[in-house]
């Protein structure tokens, strides 16, 4: 199914700086059969540098590196192709998702764009129905420009996907839990029918991130990830991370990504490694957080429906505890009244800001029909339930009672 298109260029490198690379790679997989993922934030893929035994990663800003004789460099040639403070990102996220190589990318988007570049004309993907808005205009576009078809199919049952697979079909894609309404696809499930046909399971993680939920652990063959939110967390990067468990994905994704072009700056890599560190804590505060909010909107005359996967009533819950550790920071709820109405709970909050994006330290509100899925076309929003009167929450690491307090005033 995979054609390779050539190696990437590291592969082309000295002896000797292969040699160095697989040395480290091994470090790192002894490191973490004994480390926690909680000590994985912090430590993997990160030493005192070598240089002058900074604690924290430096900033390599820098486009060029030095050779040092004909062919020989160490480790490093060309930023596009490899930067240490990338590498240094790109090990500490292999090491949190459990797989065998990451590659980080300008945003979220690269992610997916440098994923999709794996296929050709004539192909098929079968993807999650609900899905983040920019996401299906991406896979709308690549479908008129590259006439790869996409089939957009609720996958709440995993078995929803077997009609839609023929001969050409090449891959599954899942978000889960998707945005905004939370619901939940059977990782697990879904691999395993993509596995006997021969498809691979592509997972995009950034609702939970590793902390919440591991992919691979379930049988998926890549992850994305948008780093601008829960894994950097502080709403001061975009960034992405395509991460993949097979060898001839691993060579193909970074053949591809410095094919495209799409690598993350140093800047940003350094940026996103400094969240990281703080990952588990933050994750915690989300969760509980949300977990208070999502019980106060649950009792709330005003509210019609809530979308949470930590409510015992929440369709999915019992597949929620099982496949993720934790339910996240994230909840949509249905306001019971018109437009209008919606447009003073936006405007209402004081501590909620009004505004796209999740996963940063402080609380977000927004309008997914007129923001997040605005992309989205309006019949592909009505299918997939995306109604005019949802309302999504980034539930921040504020104090919990003033969150519910803010809410409360909003809707009275
Ligand atoms: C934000 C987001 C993306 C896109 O990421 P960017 O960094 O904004 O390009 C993709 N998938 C999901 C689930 C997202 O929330």
Redesign the pocket.
């Known amino acids: 199914m995979l054609v390779a298109l050539g190696e990437p260029r590291e592969s082309n490198d000295l002896f000797h700086a292969h040699q160095g690379r697989g040395f480290f790679v091994l470090l790192i997989f002894n490191f973490n059969l004994f480390m926690s993922f909680q000590t994985d934030t912090i430590h993997a893929g990160v030493g005192p540098d070598k240089a002058y035994g900074a604690i924290m990663t430096p900033i390599y800003q820098s486009s060029t590196f030095v050779f040092e004789d004909i062919g020989k460099h160490r480790g490093f040639d060309y930023t596009r192709s490899g930067n240490p403070t990338r590498k240094a990102l790109e090990d500490n996220l292999c090491a949190l998702e459990g797989c065998s190589s990451a590659v980080a990318v300008t945003?979220?988007?690269?992610?997916?764009t440098s994923t999709l570049s794996l296929f050709h004309s004539g192909d098929e993907i079968i993807c999650t129905d609900d899905?983040?808005g920019?996401?299906s205009r991406l896979m709308k576009t690549v479908e008129e420009h590259f006439g790869i078809t996409v089939h957009f199919v609720n996958l709440q049952e995993a078995s929803n996907l077997l009609p839609y697979v023929n001969e050409k079909t090449r891959a599954v894609w899942v978000?889960t839990p998707s945005?905004p309404l939370l619901n939940l696809v059977d990782i697990a499930a879904v691999a395993a029918l993509a596995k006997e046909r021969c498809l691979l399971t592509i997972v995009?993680n950034?609702?939970l991130s590793p902390y919440g939920q591991k992919p691979f652990e379930l049988g998926a063959d890549i992850v994305?990830h948008?780093?601008?939110?829960y894994l950097n967390g502080h709403s001061d990067v975009?960034?992405?991370a395509v991460l993949s468990n097979r060898e001839d994905l691993d060579l193909k994704l970074k053949f591809l990504v410095n094919a495209l072009g799409t690598c993350a700056q140093p800047f940003d890599c350094w940026l996103v490694l400094r969240g990281i560190k703080t990952l588990v804590v933050r994750m915690r505060e989300h969760e509980r957080n949300a977990q208070a909010v999502a019980e106060f909107l649950e009792q709330h005359p005003k509210v019609k429906r809530v979308f949470y996967p930590g409510l015992p009533a929440h369709p999915q819950h019992e597949l929620a505890k099982k496949q993720q550790r934790s339910f996240g920071g994230m909840v949509s709820f249905e306001l019971d009244g018109s437009i209008e109405d919606v447009n003073k709970v936006l405007k209402g909050t004081k501590l909620f800001a009004l505004a796209e994006?999740?996963?940063g330290v402080e609380s977000l509100i927004e309008h997914p029909a007129t923001m997040s899925h605005a992309s989205m076309d309006h019949d592909h929003r009505e299918a997939a339930g995306i109604t005019d009167t949802v309302i999504r929450l980034s539930v921040g690491i504020e104090d919990r009672f003033d969150l519910i307090e803010d809410l409360q005033n909003a809707l009275a």
């Open positions: 945003t979220g988007m690269a992610a997916i899905c983040y920019g996401t978000e945005n995009d950034t609702f994305v948008s780093t601008t939110k975009v960034g992405g994006s999740l996963g």
